[in-house]
């Protein structure tokens, strides 16, 4: 039996490969820091259990409608126009079971066999394979360190052409968390003028994980809210990543489309978590508070940590949780040292290729695990450092 030409196309998320080997090791009794899974450490909320126990008692156990309840599509609507200033109606939010269904749906929904698609890389791999997948062209974008982990809009502007469809964006990022500021956006949005039939993807997924200045959206300025879709969710803020809770803003051109895609594959989104949902964004945001300050201490403790480790050079963060260090003063390759650390000093983290060929020459460390782990990490690195120190 053959499979499918299209399947040969199709990548994976290597963050659970390199989870799967560690909990190989830690079977044969091998001690593992988990630095490589991009998940809070935390609890979800209590409230958020409670409201999901609740509605589960007052049972919402049965199917919904494809783009999601009434009354979670209108929390959505009215906390987008909170917290990005864009005004959504209930209409134009699509709930979906997590949020990797949303490039899915845009991307299937969007771009044609040729058609090509701009996405940052390093970036989500999940963006590169499902454009690939779809038989559109991938075309990264690189995000260096030297432009502090930003989109260099100069060069963004000489990848556009007739042929781009979609424009992935991510802020703030992963792997890297680096952060588009309302100037870069704006430059975006003007420079998209030219291109008219471009839409744009903005992964907003950690717009609530930011530790200087705030979030903006592309979708806030001007006419871009009828060209772009915001990707969310509720995995990273409120620590749900098992609940499956995401959600596209779409405009109103594009948001049938996207429910269409969501009837023919998964029917709906559980109606019991997104009760939960709506819990979560008009509940108190104490619990997302101290989450985020606790981060901000990780983040203190990793980045000091990894810039005394011979070879390694790392930058501060604004987003999301991960660090992403330069290992090129080490002289080795990204996957082999990943795969040193993982075997010899008992880290778990990713190779920056994991997320592109742009990526080679970083690390990535996931830093939603205790102060503690991550000194631990930090001693057993710097350890093993006298293999590659001159």
């Known amino acids: 039996m053959e499979l499918a030409k299209r ?5 994976m998320e290597t963050a659970f490969e390199v989870l799967a080997k560690a909990k190989k090791l830690e079977a044969q009794g091998k001690s593992i820091v988990h630095l490589e899974i991009g ?7 209590k409230h ?3 409201a999901a126990k609740k509605a589960l008692d007052s049972g ?29 109606d209930p209409e134009e939010i699509i ?16 771009v044609n066999e040729g058609d090509e698609v701009i996405y940052p890389n390093p970036g989500f791999p999940i963006y590169e394979s499902m454009i690939n997948f779809a038989g559109g062209k991938a075309v990264p974008a690189p995000i260096r360190e030297e432009n502090d982990f930003n989109m260099d809009i100069k060069e963004l502007e000489g990848l556009l052409s007739p042929k781009t469809k979609l424009l992935i964006i991510n802020s703030p990022a992963n792997p890297t968390g680096g952060m588009l500021g309302l100037k870069e956006l704006e430059q975006i949005a003007e420079m998209l ?25 592309v979708s806030a300025l001007g006419a871009m809210k009828e060209r772009t879709i915001i990707l969310d969710g509720y995995s990273k803020t409120y620590a749900m990543t098992g609940w499956r809770l995401g959600y596209a803003a779409a405009p109103k051109w594009l948001a049938p489309h996207l429910i269409k895609l969501m009837n023919n594959s998964v029917s709906c989104t559980a109606s019991f978590t997104q009760q939960a949902g709506i819990a979560a964004l008009t509940g108190d945001s104490g619990d997302v508070k101290n989450m985020l300050a606790e981060f901000k201490k990780r983040r203190d403790v990793i980045v000091a940590g990894l810039n005394t480790i011979p070879g390694f050079s790392c930058r501060t963060p604004k987003g999301a949780f991960y660090a992403f260090p330069s290992i090129k003063g080490t002289g080795l390759k990204s996957r082999e040292l990943a795969d040193m650390l993982l075997y010899e ?18 690390l990535r460390f996931s830093y939603a695990n205790s102060v503690e782990n991550i000194e631990k990490a930090l001693k057993a690195i710097k350890d093993l450092s006298r293999k590659w120190a001159k």
């Open 48 to 50: 958020i259990r409670e």
């Open 60 to 88: 919402w156990t049965h199917y919904g409608p494809s783009a999601g309840l009434p009354d979670a599509r209108a929390a959505i609507a009215q906390y987008l126009k909170k917290t990005r200033g864009a005004c959504y």
């Open 345 to 362: 000093a008992g880290v778990a983290c990713l190779s920056g290729t994991c997320f592109g060929e742009f990526g080679e020459g970083y």
């Open 7 to 11: 399947m040969s196309r199709l990548g």
């Open 95 to 110: 709930i979906t079971p997590g949020g990797k269904p949303v490039m899915f749906f845009a991307i299937l929904a969007l």
């Open 39 to 45: 998940e809070p450490d935390f609890d979800t909320p």
């Open 193 to 217: 003028k030219k291109f008219p039939d471009v839409t744009v993807l903005s992964d907003e997924i950690y717009s609530e994980i930011l530790y200087e200045g705030r979030h903006h959206s």
